[in-house]
């Protein structure tokens, strides 16, 4: 009797074993529109808008938590803050005058003037209903999907309502149902994003950096490149000449700013940066449906 | 341990809360960088209150529901799970320990295996960056979390599926010996 427990007990866990492997085989080895991914989508569809009650019925729960955390680290926010708020005042009024002059040097050489907001991209509002409970910050879930024209690819913009620099670029659609997506954030390691600084004194390719979603790391920066500290990096954009390599984002989103750069100058430079955005506090959402001029 | 359908029925509501609320809320609040995780408490619990098979198999469809409601790598939060509620049950049904502790302890070393080894699978699935003091600390700061918050949770769930659970014939004897009942001192 007890050998028998014994045997049994050990077969069921083997066997759970075995499918958790096939499982994870299976996932990696079929393509986006497989057996599984096709089961995700279903699931995803039928559990989202449980979520969506959820998420917003228990929003004064999560509020509550997050004002004891926001209050806990005010005070060491509002000095930054402050600092900040005067290197981007100067910032802002030199920006004035390149705007300006931009303009009129576009128009004295026949460019069509790249959209200067966010409009021409076919933005759409989403509220986030789900968020990945894992250490990995790598995906969260909104409330709108192919119904409301949002198809996998496309790019994610957002704020995290905590003020001043909250605005930017948080991933890309990864996978739309009728009424919900999923958005892959830049925290997770399958995201790369073609990215600059404002200036065009470094390109590279944005990737994240693990188990931290308040840092980035700015790849494949070329040694004659040079990045300084408090650059902000932003979308490169299509870089091709070609129509058929469109890149997935628009140029010139913002992505964040170079907190440090590691072995500045060597042929491995590796920039490192701060998302505008905190991942963990985004609320909504703005996803891009349209392109303009291929995203050039 | 006799499963009844009425415990079964309990454990896949129980399942379809704590991915939801895990996922809608509890993931979204976030304390010194870190949130609590619901899912390796709710696995250890159950495999603490029903055994290694009960354990192991609400791990492995609780990890499944979490996998696809948030597009994940199916079967990765599965394995991970399936670890922690098998192990969960082992300890009951060899050690059967009775202090008040217990949940705490068992809460935290379920999400130190399910957080470690959730991180050690994406290592070995391909993710190539390094790995940051940052990553460590919010993985210690979840498991404190939820040692800290394992007692209530243990307690709600001890509550939600007690009156399915079938009585155990050990813990039935011992707390005839405790009242002293069937003490051979009592007797004597």
């Known amino acids: 009797m007890y050998d028998k427990t014994v045997r049994q007990r050990r077969a069921v866990l083997g066997l759970l074993v075995a499918c958790s492997l096939i499982l994870l085989t299976q996932y990696f080895r079929e393509p986006g529109g497989g057996a599984l991914h096709h089961v995700q989508r279903g699931i995803l ?121 909250d605005t930017g670029l948080i991933g890309r659609v990864d996978q739309a149902a009728r009424g919900t997506s999923v958005v892959r954030l830049l925290t997770d390691s399958s995201v790369a994003v073609s990215a600059r600084t404002v200036n065009g004194s470094a390109l590279g390719i944005v990737k994240p950096s693990p188990g931290n979603p308040r840092d980035l790391i700015l790849d494949y920066v070329a040694k004659e490149d ?23 984002y628009p140029p010139d989103l913002p992505i964040g700013r170079i907190t440090r750069v590691d072995d500045q100058g060597a042929a491995d430079q590796t920039p490192h940066l701060r998302p505008f955005v905190d991942l963990r506090r985004v609320q909504f959402v703005q996803v891009l449906t349209e392109k303009v001029d291929h995203n050039r | 341990m006799a499963v009844s359908p009425q415990l079964i029925l309990r454990l896949i509501l129980l399942g379809l809360a704590v991915v939801i609320l895990q996922v809608a809320a509890v993931s979204q609040v976030v304390l010194f960088g870190a949130t609590a995780d619901l899912t390796p408490l709710a696995v250890a619990a159950v495999g603490l209150m029903c055994g290694s098979i009960s354990g ?108 399915a ?24």
């Not at chain 1, 902000?232 to 469109?246: F, I, K, N, W, Y």
């Not at chain 2, 994406?122 to 940052?134: E, H, K, R, W």
Request: include cysteine.
């Open chain 2, 56 to 163: 192991a198999l609400f791990g492995f469809f609780v990890g499944l529901f979490f996998d696809a409601a948030l597009v994940q790598t199916m079967g990765l939060t599965s394995f991970v799970c399936v670890v922690a509620g098998y192990g969960a049950g082992r300890l009951r049904e060899l050690r059967d320990p009775q202090a008040t502790v217990v949940p705490m302890i068992v809460g935290a070393l379920a999400t130190a295996i399910t957080t470690f080894g959730y991180g050690l699978m994406n290592f070995m699935l391909g993710i190539d960056a390094p790995v940051s003091f940052l990553l460590l600390r919010v993985i210690l700061a979840t498991i404190v979390f939820n040692a800290i918050i394992s007692l209530p949770i243990f307690a709600l769930i001890r509550r939600w599926l007690g009156p």
């Open chain 1, 45 to 165: 569809e039928v559990v989202s808008p449980i979520q969506e009650g959820a998420s917003r019925a228990l929003k004064p729960v999560r509020d509550t938590f997050g004002w004891v955390g926001d209050t806990v680290s005010a005070k060491g926010d509002l000095a930054q803050a402050r600092k900040e708020r005067d290197q981007w005042r100067t910032a802002a009024t030199r920006n004035e005058a390149a705007s300006r002059e931009n303009a009129q040097l576009r128009a004295a050489v026949g460019l069509e003037a790249a959209p200067s907001d966010m409009a021409a991209y076919g933005p759409q509002t989403a509220r986030v209903i789900g968020q990945s409970g894992t250490l990995w910050y790598a995906k969260i879930t909104i409330d709108k999907g192919t119904s409301s024209g949002i198809n996998a690819g496309m790019p994610v913009l957002a704020t995290d309502g905590s003020g001043g620099d």
């Open chain 1, 226 to 248: 040079t990045p300084a500290v408090g650059q902000t990096v932003v979308t490169a954009g299509t870089v091709s000449r070609t129509d058929e390599l469109d890149s997935v």
């Open chain 2, 165 to 188: 659970l079938p009585d155990d014939p050990r813990r039935r004897r011992r707390r005839a010996y405790t009242t002293g009942g069937l003490s051979p001192l009592s007797r004597a």
